[in-house]
């Protein structure tokens, strides 16, 4: 009779000490030993435990505490139980406080006997490289192929539940800010960003690409006076990038916005917004950043309100005086990119920084030149810990231009007629920006791997689960 059953979580048993009835609790099984007379049981909900216990008495037979020292761990159950105080003092459930007297337990779903990894492996600290932490790490293929049970770590479970809040805070900030969220097409007729870095699916008798970011659709969105959109969404990369920070899908959170006299409005929206998710996550998701310091090494994220705002050659410079040999318009190698990021540490004491007024020539093809300096660009990017998060730019809106400007990337204007078409009925000035989710919540939590921050990554080399 299940509907009758009330479900206690674990979080809340505290409450039910002195209660004279018994509780309901639906958990995993973490591990359970029988013991002569006894099983020792632990029941994990999501990141809490408590231990259980149950004893030969004239309702629970031998056979019963055998059979429930032998159920297989991870399966779920439902367990009646008692409440019971092991500390004088309690505060909350830990399973030094708190003890379930178990009266009845059914096995709700097993899980098989064999796991591929143990919890317990697969959420041990893994804070120093010496050879016998090295030693009991689950290695990343490991847990990747059983993604599932690796999801149940506490560190994971924090992980996308910060990820789940940079979406939040993106989201409510801008909306808060005037901003429309909006859905882009991605299947599409043309490449986004130019290159030859895109995915082609065959489309009935045609064939089609997946957008590699929402770029002409958002600004489309703007001429047709929008005037500030955002979307969330997956963005396809069809790189053979086998690095720790670049994957196939991930998940773009793009915004574009019209302005009035200057992009550097579009480019302080931008910056606020960061400061705004950064101060959501340090006052909201204080646990679950303690919960992944708990396994990996994590520093202290660092950012300075309002963000530093550096111009490219001055990074340039800063490289050049730590002995770098570079041309003012070269674009950041990695090497560098990392370089530049812990000299502006270590100059500003930041992780955060945006650099702007990156040089023409490297820039995507709708990026507007500097009207003062033509090698340069009215674009940005954003850097976390030394490594891009974000691209932006203002767009050029001039149809005639952007068509130069095209062919000098030869690009196919055939393909891309129906966006340039779009600035000939008037369009605003405007600029905007995409930023990679997943690095985002890496670089904030101070990982050294993007998959780690991916639920399901997609790799040149995985595709499955
Ligand atoms: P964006 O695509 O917006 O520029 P990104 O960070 O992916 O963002 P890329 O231009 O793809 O940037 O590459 C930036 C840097 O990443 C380059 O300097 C390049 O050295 C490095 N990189 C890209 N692919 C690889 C790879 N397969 N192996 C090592 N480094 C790579
Ligand atoms: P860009 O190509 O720089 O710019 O992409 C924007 C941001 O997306 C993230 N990113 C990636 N994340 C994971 N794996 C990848 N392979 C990958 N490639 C990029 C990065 C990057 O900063 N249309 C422009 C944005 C704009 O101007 O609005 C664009 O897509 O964090």
Redesign the pocket.
């Known amino acids: 009779k299940l509907d009758e059953r009330k479900f206690v979580k674990v979080t809340e048993l505290v409450n039910f000490v002195k209660s004279k009835g018994s509780v309901w609790v639906r958990g995993r099984v973490h591990t359970s030993r029988a013991k002569g007379k006894q099983c020792f049981l632990v029941l994990r909900q999501h990141c809490s435990t408590v231990q259980c216990l149950l004893s030969v008495n004239d309702k629970v037979s031998k056979q019963m505490v055998k059979f429930t020292g032998n159920i297989n761990k991870e399966s779920i159950i439902d367990i009646n139980a008692d409440v019971v105080a092991v500390a004088n003092k309690i505060e909350s459930c830990t399973e030094q406080t708190l003890e379930l007297s178990i009266n009845e337990i059914y096995v709700i779903s097993e899980a098989k006997a064999q796991l591929p990894l143990q919890i317990e492996d697969a959420a041990r600290p893994e804070l120093s490289g010496d050879a016998d932490s090295l030693n009991i790490r689950v290695n990343q293929d490991t847990r990747l192929d059983n993604r599932i049970l690796d999801l149940r770590t506490p560190a994971n479970q924090a992980i996308f539940r910060l990820e789940a809040g940079v979406c939040k805070l993106f989201r409510d900030i801008l909306t808060q800010n005037g901003f429309t969220e909006i859905h882009t097409p991605k299947i599409i007729s043309a490449a986004?960003?130019g290159g030859a870095n895109v995915f082609t699916v065959s489309y009935f008798k045609d064939s089609a690409y997946l957008a590699?970011?929402?770029?002409l659709y958002?600004q489309m969105a703007i001429a047709a006076d929008f005037d500030k959109v955002f979307t969330v969404g997956a963005?396809f990369?069809a790189?053979d990038?086998n690095t720790h920070?670049?994957?196939?899908?991930?998940v773009?959170l793009?915004?574009?916005m019209s302005f009035k006299y200057h992009y550097h409005e579009v480019l302080h929206t931008i910056a606020d917004t960061f400061t705004n998710i950064f101060k959501g996550l340090r006052d909201n998701y204080a646990r679950e950043i303690e919960a992944v310091g708990n396994q990996y090494r994590v520093e202290a994220f660092k950012f300075l309100e309002p963000p530093l705002i550096l111009e490219f050659h001055q990074g340039v410079e800063m490289l050049r005086g730590a002995g770098i040999e570079m041309d003012d318009e070269e674009d950041l190698s990695t090497p560098n990119e990392k370089l530049l990021g812990r000299l502006v540490k270590a100059k500003y004491d930041t992780d955060f920084y945006i650099l702007d007024k990156f040089p023409l020539a490297v820039r995507?093809f709708?990026?507007m030149p500097d009207p003062n300096n033509s090698k340069y660009s009215n674009?940005y990017?954003?850097f976390m810990r030394g490594e891009?998060?974000?691209?932006?730019?203002q767009?050029i809106h001039d149809p005639e231009y952007l068509i130069e400007r095209a062919k000098h990337h030869n690009i196919d204007i055939e393909k891309i007629a129906a966006y340039i078409e779009a600035f000939r009925f008037g369009c605003p000035p405007h600029a905007?920006?995409?930023?990679?989710?997943?690095?985002?919540v890496m670089l904030y939590l101070g990982l050294d791997n993007?998959r780690k921050t991916s639920m399901f990554p997609r790799d040149p080399k995985r595709l499955t689960p």
């Open positions: 986004s960003e590699q970011s929402p770029q958002k963005v990369r790189e990038s920070r670049h994957l196939t899908e991930f773009g793009d915004l574009e995507p709708y990026t674009s990017d954003i891009e998060i974000m691209s932006g730019a767009r905007g920006g995409g930023i990679g989710l997943e690095r985002v993007i």
